[in-house]
């Protein structure tokens, strides 16, 4: 096990040191820029919700940053412009259970509502869209008439998906967690804090560069149909989650794995000759457009 963030922390007498995360250093907002062709704008989104269904709740906060980026090397360089708005629910309360998540209550949110204009226009000068939890976000984002013909346009990325946040060491890829790993702690759950808290990570280390990396890999999705019921525990312990929508295990691969996959569906789990996975090619802008992709 690697030892993720001991050696930013670790003072020498064996404590460690979290700092309290109130907002983006000033120097980044003020240091002088020439833009060169080598650069583009980039997004970081963040939405509070009056649940976790996008077909039926509503979002009650946006906070959407636009950053300047590095095209080649793949890293944040400054950021240009915000735009961070509460919203009144239409059709939904927030309930207690949503204020003691994101510290909005309903008398904030009274008379406030999103300018959809100014999201639309941030995402539509951006290569791309990057959130923390993208599939969560993307799908809540299409379900607003007025931006989802914008976004659906636009590749989304994540940095939970996309980065092997595992495979350094961490023990968590939950961004709180991960924040604490690097050395700061913040309060959390309000859109604007949480979107610069998650730039404050991407700040120390080449993780938007893995995250753009793994956007361009060309994947595929297996669904298993009709796959025997006695496979479910390996399905499981191979990755595979559960659609209960429509009744079969399901993942995302790399185009690159397919032939292996193949091979392990034939032999271990569906009886010789009656393989019945499904195999669909995802398009780069389809990602995180919902639960399956």
């Not at 983006?24 to 649940?51: Q, S």
């Not at 990325?157 to 709180?176: I, P």
Request: charged share 30%; with cysteine; net charge negative.
């Amino acid at each position: 096990m690697k030892k993720f963030f001991i050696d930013k922390v670790l003072n020498p007498d064996n404590s460690i040191t979290i700092k309290e995360f109130k907002e983006l250093p000033k120097e980044l907002f003020t240091k002088a820029v020439e833009k060169t062709p080598e650069m583009g704008f980039c997004v970081i989104l963040d939405t509070e919700t009056t649940g976790l269904n996008h077909e039926k709740d509503e979002i009650i906060e946006i906070a959407i940053r636009k950053w300047i980026y590095h095209k080649k090397d793949h890293y944040l360089i400054k950021p240009v412009e915000e735009y961070s708005q509460l919203n009144a629910p239409v059709n939904n309360e927030i309930t207690p259970a949503i204020t003691e998540i994101t510290g909005i209550t309903k008398e904030d949110v009274e008379g406030k509502k999103i300018d959809w204009s100014i999201v639309a226009r941030l995402i539509g000068e951006s290569d791309f869209v990057l959130a923390h939890n993208a599939g969560f976000d993307r799908p809540m984002i299409e379900s607003v008439p007025e931006i989802s013909e914008i976004s659906s346009s636009k590749i989304w990325t994540c940095s939970l998906a996309q980065v092997d946040w595992a495979a350094k060491g961490f023990l968590s890829s939950k961004q709180e967690l991960l924040s604490i790993f690097h050395g700061f702690h913040y309060a959390g759950h309000r859109a604007l804090t949480d979107i610069d808290a998650l730039a404050n990570i991407l700040l120390q280390g080449d993780y938007l560069k893995e995250i753009l990396q793994n956007a361009k890999i060309k994947q595929v999705r297996v669904d298993c149909i009709r796959a025997p019921f006695e496979s479910k525990d390996l399905l499981k312990a191979n990755g595979f989650s559960w659609d209960g929508e429509n009744k079969f295990w399901t993942k995302l691969i790399p185009e690159s794995e397919l032939e292996n996959m193949k091979t392990f569906l034939e032999e271990e789990v569906y009886p010789k000759g009656k393989m019945g996975a499904e195999i669909t090619s995802i398009n780069l802008r389809d990602r995180f457009r919902g639960a399956k992709i």
